[in-house]
């Protein structure tokens, strides 16, 4: 059984379609494993050979892997979320209502969005302080601690943004209290403040600028941002393998 | 090569790692081999296979947790009707305590700024790379300014009442001072651990203790009016 099921999926691989798309091939050879991950537009930004210490429990605590992994459950279960909601005043909140009470599964979509996001910012300060301690952030690999910070505060955004969607108590005053700290900011603080909400206080304008921020522009700056700290990882050399001699070989 | 001793012919037979190779090592030719070649495995499967399994882990725990808990819905939003306390997001509960003690320029501007840009500059200091412990060398001159620089900051966090900035600050400095009184030739056990550590590690820990006790208070202790409270008597 296990042997026609093989040679079927080796008969697909084979097939003229399936090899236009693909264009690696078949094999066991590492030389196939090496062109499946090349010759990928999405899997060449990793590097086809890793150190066997760097994949370790005790070298990362795979927490960078995780944090990716919210960040995939996230997009998922927002985009489905974004089905159900309009951004507007105070039909947002009706949908909130909705999801609870009419949408198939609604509540459980709602609260894997926001676990999963307070998972991402528990796990992005995680992976950070991991880096830190081990010294991964040392040259080579200085810029990509640099895109990580970046990263960090994308998260904070997206998380912060997201937070008003809901339009109820909680939501709106955790970000009026945020947007007051804004305003603090000398000279232009007021201005950023309005910039920001579209308006002098938290209504429908910031709601809306916010949905935006949340599901468009943060996202995209966050995935092209994620692409370039995966590829830096490659570019410097693989995942920092520790203290160790060995360091100086990286290809 | 008419001397078949002059070179030494060694297959690594293990070619589902690492391609076949043949070395050819002469005397007269005879490069140096600084390391060991390290241990490598290919990225598809096995890094693809160990990274798919850890999100699953994480995906699973996330719905269990997901069916058993519901996130929070309060009220609709009522600008007139303001709660107390009006809490920012957890992550940002320990800026928030700050602006307890700080006015909003130092708390919310000022402090935060600087937390980035520390962090963003990390990689390009020296002091930040080098892994030698603190008090290895040159230990009474550092000692003296720990010293100053310690007193002076907890004297400045208690003009301003802020302690639970303070005595994070003060255990951290035990720690450094028990680190010093470490005698250098100690590698071993945890005063050993300690003393091995350089100032950026010092730093970061502190930074690190500071951050999880000020979120810490500003989410599960602070009641209406940001007064002190006790969560389990809530």
Known sequence: MANTLDRLADQVRENRIWRSIFRSGTGESNLHRALTVQQNVFLHLFSVKARKRTLEFRATWYLGALTFGTFLILVITGILLMLYYHPSVPQAYADMKDLQFVVSSGVFLRNLHRWSAHAMVFLVFAHMFKVFYRGAYRPPREFN??????????????????????????????VTVGSNIASAVPVIGAKMRFLMLGGTAVNANALLRFYVLHCVILPFAAVVLIAIHFWRIRKDGGIYPGESPAEGDAK | MSDPKDFVAVVDSDVRKTPRRIAFI????????????????????????????????????????????????????????????????????????????????????????????????????????????????DKARRLRIFGIVVVLFCIFLAVFDVWVALVPTLIVAAFMLLAAQTPPQTTRGFRGWLASKPLSFWIMTWFLFELVVLTAIGTFFRGPGWSWVWPWRA
Request: glycine share 4%; proline share 8%.
């Open chain 2, 26 to 137: 002469t005397k007269r030719t005879s490069p140096q081999v600084h390391v060991k070649d390290e241990e490598r495995v290919m990225t598809y499967p096995e890094v693809f296979f160990r990274t798919a399994v850890a999100i699953q882990v994480l995906a699973i725990i996330l719905v269990v947790i997901s069916l058993r808990w519901n996130a929070p819905l309060e009220g609709l939003a009522d600008p007139m009707h303001t709660p107390n306390p009006a809490k920012a997001p957890w992550y940002f509960l320990g800026l928030q305590e700050l602006l307890h003690y700080f006015p909003p320029v130092v708390a919310g501007v000022l402090i935060p700024g600087l937390v980035v840009m520390a962090l963003i500059v990390i990689p390009y200091f020296n002091i930040n790379i080098e892994a030698e412990g603190l008090w290895l060398r």
């Open chain 1, 145 to 174: 601690w640099v895109i990580g910070v970046v990263l960090l505060l994308m998260t904070l955004l997206l998380s912060y943004t997201g937070y008003l969607l809901p339009w109820d108590q909680l939501a709106f005053w955790a």
